[in-house]
């Protein structure tokens, strides 16, 4: 989620949007809480809708913001945050949840099972899967060899992105299709979130969903 280092990342645009989606709950006085998670989750908070309430969570987010270093950073689980938020929210309630889902690349099964707990606790749930277009689905780089380098697991491979470009397109699609078909299945609104875009789209998905809710 730090990724681009050089750049505006996916896990600023998630903490820009949850910050504007916090302020528009608050002014419609609604309860909110946040949920932040690595390999364990590293906060869960009570649904509050008080002002001291949203300046904590706000407090929270800019301190995700600032305490990125590249040498720590963790692998991350959704999968057992997802079963901890279903287990610790006891109202009905809409998730909405930020993530590249990149964690789950070899199980969705397991990512859709800690779904389906949400959905049997009777919550609605909207992923906003969040990347950037360019850099991670139309390989926007110069046609020379690059280095790319996990940045979770150090792990490095040096290809062209020219040359391999088709192929890994063709296996993005593939798994977005599945995630789509999944979340078609447990009623789940799936939003492809480009950082590139603005919050704008995200907003709006968030109206609609909670007017079809009122």
């Known amino acids: 989620m730090y990724f681009p280092v050089d750049a505006y990342n996916k896990i600023e645009f998630s903490i820009d949007t949850a910050a504007a989606l916090i302020y528009l709950l608050r ?3 609604d309860a909110v809480g946040l ?3 690595d390999e364990q989750t590293a906060l869960h908070t009570p649904c509050k809708s ?4 949203q300046r904590f969570l706000f407090s929270e987010l800019e301190k995700k913001w600032h305490n990125y270093n590249k040498n720590t950073v963790k692998t991350t689980n959704i999968v057992n945050a997802l079963h901890r938020v279903a ?7 809409l998730i909405v949840l930020f993530s590249d889902v990149m964690d789950t690349a070899n199980d969705i099964d397991e990512l859709f099972s800690a779904l389906q707990h949400l959905k049997h606790r009777n919550h609605e749930v909207i992923i906003f899967h969040t990347i950037d277009q360019a850099k991670e689905i139309a390989l926007d780089y110069w046609n020379s060899p690059h ?3 996990d940045m979770e697991t150090g792990e490095e491979i040096k290809l062209n992105p020219y040359q391999v470009r088709e192929v890994y397109q063709k296996q993005y699609e593939t798994k977005q ?7 078609g ?3 789940i609104d799936y939003v492809l979130a480009d ?3 603005g919050f704008d789209t995200v907003l709006l998905q968030y109206l609609i969903k909670r007017k079809k809710m009122n």
Do not use: G, M, P
């Open 195 to 197: 950082i590139n875009d």
């Open 50 to 53: 008080s002002v001291t309430h």
């Open 177 to 183: 299709k599945a995630l789509k078909l999944k979340c």
């Open 27 to 29: 002014t419609q006085r």
């Open 147 to 149: 280095t790319f380098v």
């Open 87 to 93: 287990e610790e929210t006891h109202k009905r309630s």
């Open 35 to 37: 949920s932040l998670f």
């Open 185 to 187: 299945q447990y009623h």
